[in-house]
């Protein structure tokens, strides 16, 4: 398969990404902190932000990837219901994910995806600010 052709960085656990990850084209919305201009820093894996954290089963290779969502009803649902993440990330980037630019899988129900992104390819270069969040629901 092309992506055991993938050299993953060394912080994935064996098996990351998993076997029925895919390539694919889809349009996505992620948090991000500035409304002016999306960075590298709205695309660090939360392995990373949180090295000390201990992730169980499934959600040690998840935490290696981003998330995002297929649908911006879903995002601003989750951003509701964990307040700190609002407060964090107040607004929203949009992006395609091309076929190239890694693996994705859809996880923890709803449109999350968790994505995990090709060694190289910088997300902030093709995602743009889309929205503030002010739904007060």
């Known amino acids: 398969m092309a992506e055991n052709l993938i050299s993953w960085p060394d912080y994935f656990p064996k098996g990351c990404p998993p076997d029925t990850a895919r390539r694919d084209e889809v349009v996505v ?29 499934e959600d040690n290779c998840n935490a ?22 609002k407060k964090k990330y107040p607004y929203i980037a949009i992006g395609t994910i091309k076929r ?6 859809e996880t923890y129900g709803g449109s999350h995806i968790t994505w995990w992104v090709k060694p190289g390819v910088e997300p902030h270069t093709f995602f743009e600010v889309y929205m503030e969040d002010e739904s007060n629901e």
Do not use: M, W
């Open 29 to 57: 919305y992620r948090g991000i902190r500035n409304n002016n201009k999306v960075t590298a820093e709205d695309f660090i894996p939360l392995k990373i932000l949180q090295p000390r954290r201990k992730f169980k089963g």
């Open 64 to 85: 290696c990837g981003i998330s995002v969502f297929k649908d911006i009803k879903d995002l601003i649902k989750k951003r509701k219901s964990l307040p700190a993440l």
């Open 100 to 105: 190239n630019h890694g693996l994705i899988l």
